[in-house]
């Protein structure tokens, strides 16, 4: 069977990969609906040999639809009733539902019992999580964790298209020696903004409880609905750095008991969507320039921590774009057409 499919954001970074991944893993559909807001309708988007003309996005595009792709954004909580009306399941990238107890919040490497309880809706989580969840979850049927201390490292690109431009023009201001113009990180909205070329900028999304930002918060909670485990003690500090494409982990991990660096190893090669690349006698260990556009998550540098009890030390990287977003939510259809959920 093939099915209809609508991708809203079409346009966008999350948009083209939908596309690309479609394309990719010659996905099984039958009509494919390209929709955005009405600034982009009307562009032509050649996809396979057709060209698809980019729809305004209205309630009525989802008639007829099996399975909605949302990109993400604002657009996802004024559309998803309407696709649910219409008997669509929504795959949403945006956090609007990510913590509503009724939709589903699912990687499908981790929980994939979680999207049988969907109710129209099964949120993707936020791409660091989903990241991190990947390296988290062979070792974590092993040994319990007790306690995760991550700091990110988070490409620019996850802060939209307009992030990467401002990359590009500041760089090329130091280089010509011009002023360096700042508008856009850590974020649009904010009334102060700060040059990333060159710099790191210790904020992404807004501040909320206890001086943590809204993106270091989606880590703790967002984990703990995905192991469906809220003992887990997390904490992140979450920062972006002048990089295009994927985002990087440096992950401390205390177990309950103890994991030897060995079968942490072991346990990581074994897991599908996994890559380990750890040999640092031959340098080899993740970095986003050779992780992006590729599938899978990357750990290596895997270390015990001698600090304390039964801890380990992993950086782990992976292309927000693809596993952080379209990849998971795509492969999120694909297990539901394995399994007759749809
Ligand atoms: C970033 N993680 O890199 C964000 C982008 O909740 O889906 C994705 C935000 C989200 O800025």
Redesign the pocket.
């Known amino acids: 069977r093939k099915y209809n499919i609508a991708i809203l954001g079409a346009t966008g970074a999350v948009g083209q990969e939908f596309l690309n991944l479609i394309e990719e893993r010659n996905f099984p559909y039958d009509n494919l609906k390209l929709l955005a807001s009405k600034r982009s309708a009307g562009k032509i988007i050649s996809f396979m040999g057709k060209d698809f003309t980019v729809e305004e996005a209205t309630d009525d595009s989802f008639k007829n639809i099996d399975i909605a792709l949302f990109a ?1 954004g604002s657009a996802s909580t004024k559309f998803a009733p309407a696709a649910v009306k219409y008997g669509a399941v929504v795959i949403d ?3 609007a539902f ?1 913590m509503d107890p009724s939709v589903p919040l699912v990687v499908p490497e981790v929980n994939p019992e979680a999207i049988q309880q969907h109710k129209g809706i099964i949120a ?5 999580t989903i990241i991190m969840a990947m390296a988290l979850k062979p070792l974590y049927n092993q040994a319990k964790i007790k306690r995760i201390v991550v700091s990110t490292y ?2 620019v ?4 298209k307009e ?1 990467i431009d401002e990359l590009d023009s500041q760089v090329q201001a130091i280089v010509e020696n011009r002023p360096v113009e700042a508008n856009i990180l850590p ?1 649009a909205s904010l009334p102060k903004h700060y040059q990333i070329a060159f710099n790191v900028i210790p904020h ?2 807004v501040f909320v409880e206890d001086n943590y930002t ?2 270091e918060m ?1 880590m703790v909670h967002e984990t703990h609905k995905i192991f469906n485990d809220y003992t887990i003690g997390i904490t992140a500090t ?1 920062v ?1 750095v002048p990089i295009y494409r994927s ?1 990087s982990e440096s992950i401390n991990i205390e177990f309950v008991e103890e994991v030897s660096v060995d079968k942490a190893k072991e346990l990581l090669a074994a897991f599908p969507g996994v890559i380990l690349q750890d040999n640092p006698a031959e340098m080899l260990y993740p970095m986003p320039l050779f992780t992006s556009n590729q599938n899978e998550v990357f750990v290596g540098r895997i270390r015990k921590d001698n600090s304390v009890q039964n801890a380990l030390n992993l950086w782990v990287v992976g292309d ?1 774009i693809r596993k ?2 379209a990849l998971n939510a795509l492969q999120i259809a694909e297990h539901m057409i394995e399994h007759n959920l749809i």
């Open positions: 993400g990238n945006s956090s990510r993707n989580p936020n791409c660091s988070q490409a690109s996850g802060a939209g992030a974020s992404i999304d809204k993106e989606k979450t972006r985002h927000q952080g977003a």
